[in-house]
């Protein structure tokens, strides 16, 4: 079943002091079935973050449409799209984003409180979501006490606890360390095995080999994909890494 489609996405910024205008997307289209893990990649200013940002309703496409379970994001304005990104939407960034001055089991419960859950049922789903990303024992610590890695599984949480149709990453694991990084590598392959579908913008070939397929934008525009089939990951690594050495010659020849 399709879950997101993006239709044919262009998106020009004005710049501010009247120089010309910017064409950070040229006419992108895909769609990502529900269940799937897709990561994102291309090189700085190809236009990554405007496109993520455009999925997740915080921007809007110059044209082009944007459809979550057949419904189009167009259609939804005003209080309704800050419902609808709470409930449909996880976030995790690579800064984290966690608000300093909560701990992190307020941090987790926001989006809950947000949208008015019962304190029974923000505590019921609390427990087996902070068990299972091994961050139990810091419910009660401030992020300032916390590990990056710590960090972003609070992150992780907070993006979960609201059982989200679709998980939006960006450059998850770029603040992270190794360990830190296949940490959350291995928690997003265990999310995405109990059928949560995610969509990864990343820098990193070892990042996106944990997804299932990669997309590649150059120039504003997706010009290259790679599924893994039944590939494992060390295989899928190395084609993302030779794919991505094509994708920086300067001839422009496509993959
Ligand atoms: N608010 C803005 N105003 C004007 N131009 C912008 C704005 N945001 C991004 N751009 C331009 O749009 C293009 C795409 O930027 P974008 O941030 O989407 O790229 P990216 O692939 O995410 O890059 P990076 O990997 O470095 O984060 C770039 O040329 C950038 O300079």
Redesign the pocket.
Known sequence: MELLRAENIQKV?N?RAGGKP?R?LAGVSFSVEAGEFVAIM??????????LNILATLDTPTSGEVFLEGQSMKQIKGKNLAAFRREKLGFVFQDFNLLDTFTVRDNILLPLVLSRTPLAEMEQRLKPVVASLGIEPLLDHFPVEISGGEKQRTAVARAVITEPRLILADEPTGALDSHSSQQLLNIFDRLNEQGQTLLM?T?SSLAASHARRVLF?RD?KLFAELCRGDQSQQVFYDRITASLSMATRQDGESL
């Open positions: 910024y710049t910017c950070a291309g090189a700085s200013g190809s236009g990554k973050s405007t496109l913008v820098h934008i504003g």
